[in-house]
């Protein structure tokens, strides 16, 4: 991932970069600004040594949340690899956000003192990478506790549906919300208002089709989820339901959709809880793991054939790589050092799962022994 030197923003990224290196810099958003800064003029990171260094920050975030929710990290990581992590290679602010993002919503469902004040901090930091952040402020809401049989919240999901049909005919009203929203909070949108054809309909009809299978995984009565579990998929599914609004962006610009993109890993390891709790070789488990497939497979196409360009994103990664040639724009970058840093890291991951295996064994064993 941090080795890629090809890509429609890893491009742009490492001019940035090195433009910083010479005394100028392009201005993105000031937290981004100064960190780029700090690693290329003060401790002198060459820019795929400061893409490692996000990335190892960025992952370790992430499957800190998977193992605190204790799901099945190999389901959750081989989803991740499948879909997500050809994006998160060369998008690297939004990564930052959607890494902070997950880390952070356990504050949202676990109940204690100031854990509502530690998102918002989180969010805020998210939003020096990047703007996106402030929208996923809205899921505070989630706090309140709102059960999903709430009338307020089958009355929202409604005026977001009707939202979305009501742009999809007077998208000129659409534009001039935003523009009125970004002008009235000082901000500025990067991206060019188009009138989306036809690309929103997958993404739109997945994000309804995820969501239902969600409640129906909730609501099966042949499984048990605990109190713990019980909470974050009511949390995950209420952020389905206030980010819904967000659909209606699409209609202008396509690119909104990392707003509802960057929720998948939260969607992976709910899926990865719940397949460990059906029966083995069991129907339903079979039904489920067929509709994930799918499900990535839809998403993969949608962004990486529909969307965007598969030559442009996905194969530059493997093809444009540091570990095949290390000269980039005729100027020679090392390697070696790298290398050995994921390998370390690598390391470390596989010895953190191994332990928390035994562990595990460990309790099941005394559980036995009790009974």
Known sequence: MSLNT???????????????QSGNGIIAENGYNYFRYFCANIINLDFFAFHLLISIVCFTLIISTVSYL?????????????????VDTIQIRNFVVEAIFIFAVRYLFVDKRFNTIKYLICMLVAFLFHKIA?????LVVCKFKFKLKNPLMCLYLIISILAFC???????????LITFGTNLFGLKSSY?????????????ALYFAEMFALMLCKRNRGIR???????YFTCVIEMHILLAISLSLLLVNINFYRIVRNISILKYISYAIYINKLPKLSISKSVMVFFIVITTVIWFVSDYVLINDFDIIAEPIFTGNLIFNST????????????VI????????????????KLKLQRSDKVHVGN
Do not use: H, M, Q
């Open 6 to 20: 090809k890509g429609p923003d890893i491009g742009n990224y490492l001019y940035d970069y090195n433009v910083t």
């Open 70 to 86: 204790k799901a099945n990290e190999n389901c959750v990581i081989g989803l991740y690899l499948s879909y997500l992590f050809f």
């Open 134 to 138: 402030l929208i996923y402020l809205i």
């Open 166 to 176: 009501f742009f999809l005919v007077s998208r000129e009203s659409l534009k001039s």
């Open 192 to 204: 060019n208002f188009t009138e989306t054809r036809l690309s929103f309909i997958p993404l739109v």
């Open 225 to 231: 989820l605990n109190g713990f579990e019980n909470k």
């Open 328 to 339: 980039v724009n005729n100027k020679n970058y090392a390697i070696t050092l790298k290398l």
């Open 342 to 357: 994921i390998a370390i890291y690598s390391f470390i991951l596989s010895v953190k799962k191994y332990i928390n295996f």
